[in-house]
């Protein structure tokens, strides 16, 4: 068999028992109001089971209507026409037969609220058993409003609690990011102080280092300047000592020959011979220096 025999086959099918639910519905609908355990909600899902029922049988006709052209035969083709055009005329019938269902519902919900009516109103055991059957329908229809009600205040404060749940967890994604960049920046502080760690310790070392150099230099200048000094001292005297006796030495020469009258001896003094005396001298200090 085809793909196509057999998508046509099971769109049949569908179509059969969707039409048999349709009928069934309608007939509910139909024979709704008469029965006093029916419950009032029910007419609506009825209409409603009905009405997509009835949509599903027009896809169905309309899948139909795609796969006829694709049928191998003429003879396969033309019965899928004729079959599409029963399939209408059916869904039509099942309108109107759902328009008179409605109609006749209605007709019997009117009826059974007349005949509650009379009998409320009429007295009797039967009266008074559904007076009392309607007043515990009444309490039980205020029970089940309060019910409600509190349903529906307890579903407000859930609703608020859950947006201040979801507050407070935005609160701790934005602490949890300032958390996070405030660790960053922590992580770029740390290494901002060891390197200023390490800086204050080389500076420390090299404090030490410039201490003991200053305190050598310190040292060794003293030593240089007592050096230089005690020296200095020791060629002075020497220079004195010299001096004196070399003076000493000229003035008995220059005594012996001229000598004269009046017994005073004056001795001469020549800048030349004490020039003489004094250049050696400093010669030595030069080279003590």
């Known amino acids: 068999m085809d793909k196509v025999e057999q998508e046509v086959e099971k769109v049949k099918k569908e179509w059969d028992d969707t039409y048999n639910n349709v009928v069934e519905q309608i007939k509910a609908i139909e024979n709704y109001g008469k029965s ?16 997509d029922g009835l949509a599903l049988l027009n896809s169905l006709q309309f899948k139909l209507d795609l796969f006829a052209p694709q049928l191998p035969t003429d003879d396969q083709v ?17 309108r109107l037969s759902m328009r008179n269902a409605n109609l006749r519902a209605k ?56 947006e201040r749940s979801a507050g407070t967890l935005m609160t701790f994604e934005e602490s949890t ?16 102080l060891m390197r200023t760690r390490n800086l204050l310790s080389t500076m420390q070392r090299q404090d030490v280092i410039d201490r003991v150099i200053i305190a050598v230099g310190l040292f060794l200048f003293t ?10 001292i020791g060629i002075l005297a020497l220079q004195r000592k010299v001096t004196a006796a070399f003076k000493a030495g000229m003035v008995g020469k220059e005594l012996r020959p001229g000598a004269v009258g009046n017994g005073v001896n004056h001795a001469p003094v020549y ?9 050696p001298l400093e010669r030595l200090m030069h080279d003590e220096l």
């Open 271 to 279: 800048d030349n011979a004490l020039r003489k005396a004094e250049e």
């Open 78 to 94: 033309q019965s899928a026409k004729a079959l599409l055009e029963s399939w209408k005329n059916r869904s039509h019938s099942l």
């Open 223 to 232: 030593c240089a300047v007592l050096y230089v000094v005690s020296k200095r």
């Open 177 to 192: 990011g300032v958390l996070r960049k405030a660790e960053t920046e922590y992580k770029g502080h740390r290494s901002l």
């Open 36 to 51: 006093e355990t029916q419950n009032k909600d029910s007419l609506p899902r009825l209409k409603g089971l009905a009405q």
């Open 107 to 162: 007709d019997n919900i009117r009826k059974a609220a007349q005949k509650e009516r009379e009998l409320l109103l009429g007295g009797g055991g039967e009266s008074t058993a559904r007076r009392r059957n309607l007043q515990t329908k009444a309490g039980m229809t205020s029970a089940a409003e309060s019910i409600t009600e509190s349903l529906r205040r307890t579903r407000q404060l859930m609703v608020q609690e859950v």
